[in-house]
Each structure stands twice: as C-alpha cells, then as structure tokens.
C-alpha cells in the first residue's frame, strides 16, 4: 500500500462503479473500444466527485472549473500542473479548491489493430506509478502549496492503457499513439492540505544535515524525483537549506 494511502469505504467504491460505468455507456456507444475518448480518467473523477453535471465545466470569471458546486472547486490534472498557474490565483479567492490528482498504481496494456479495432495483445505493465509522483507537478505550484484554500486529493488506480499499433519497429510499439487511460478500480485516496499532511514525506532516518542524495538514499525516491521532492519540501518550510558539502547543498528540518 502506498505512503499514506487510506482505504475507500464501500459507498465510495458503488460511486465510483456507477461513475465509471455512465462514463463508458456515453463514450462507447455502439462502436466498441477503439472509439474510447482520449479523457475518459478525466470524466470518471469528474463525475465520481459530483455526479450532477449540472456543476461540470461552471464558468468562473475568464475560467472554467472542472467542478464548482457552490462551495468547492475541483480540478482534476492528469499532468501539466502548471497550466493551473493562471486559475489559482482567481479559484481561490472565490472558494476551497481542490486538486484531484490520479496515480494508477497498477496498469494493463491493451494493444489494438488501427484498422480493424481488434484487440492483439494484453499484458500487465512493469511501470507502477507512487505518490511521490505528484512532485514533479508540485514544484510548478510551489508559491501556492501553502495557501489554506489549497488541498490536493490523490486518488489510486488500477487501470487500463488503450494504445494502437502504429509505432515504429517490428512489433509498432515504439512511439505508439495512447489512445486512451480508463481507471478500472479505485483503490484508495489521500489527501494533502498544507505542510502538517507532508511531513510524512520526511524520512525518520534522515542525518540532522542531509544532501539532497542522502534524502533520496533515506527515501527511497527515484533519483529523477528527488530534486523536485526537496524543492517542494523546501516551499512547504519543512525542510531549509543550511550550508554546502563541497558541490552539493545541505539542508535540515526547520
């Protein structure tokens, strides 16, 4: 399980169920999978979080709000949180936002004939996808993570690639078109608001001054990772640098 992760109750398994089953009913129609629209995980969330549409897509200003309900906002980002950049400053003066983030933890890949629409291949994924990976978003936002109206909501997936076979080299998998991500089961949820949710990221067993590679050793973060994790740990006034070791800085917990 992942850090943090607490399990859905069985209410939140039937919505999410009902959701997900609406969704596909909508996008399917009678043409089978290959016809699968490219944001099915953004529609699930979207209608998991508040099932009448009424409160989809609500114009705020120059901006639209994934969900607006009268009282929060929610903003479902797959990727790319820095084009939230421009909408946070306005979202969060008019409500609570909250941005509902997916990490599919498990993952099956489905092959499909571009032609036919014909199904070649299913197997299981050997890429896993963690928490920490939210990082590596955080750092666009890091001037807001301390904002009281900001929280994040991470929600685990097992779930389901749709790629076509339409890349390079002998079997067309190389730079292959994603046709589509469909969560499949939902696993269980976290949610961060302000720095006290964080500090579980900080180690126990970090040294009094650490490196950002003596982090990574403690942590168990991918070393891609680490540097982003740090930046954000550091914008959350967790941790604050304190000095050099030679090329590499140091930091401590503040």
Known sequence: MEK???SVSPTDVIRFNNAKKLVLEEGRGDSGIGTLS??????IIKRYLESNTRFHEVRLGDYIADVYNGSNIYEIQTRNF????SKLPIF????PVTVVYPVSVNRSLVWIE??????KETRRSGKH??????FKELVFIKDYLENDNLSFRVLFFESTDYRLLN???KDKKKHATKLDNVPEVLLGELELKGPSDFISFLPENLPEEFSTEEFRACSGTDKKMVGKEVTVLRSLGLIEKCGNRGRAYLYRRA
């Open 129 to 134: 996808g963690r928490i920490t990976d939210i």
């Open 82 to 85: 820095g084009n939230l950049k």
């Open 38 to 43: 490219e944001k099915t995980t953004h529609r």
């Open 167 to 169: 890349g390079y080299g």
């Open 92 to 95: 969060l003066e008019i409500a």
């Open 114 to 119: 571009p032609e036919s629409g014909e199904i």
């Open 4 to 6: 943090g992760m607490k």
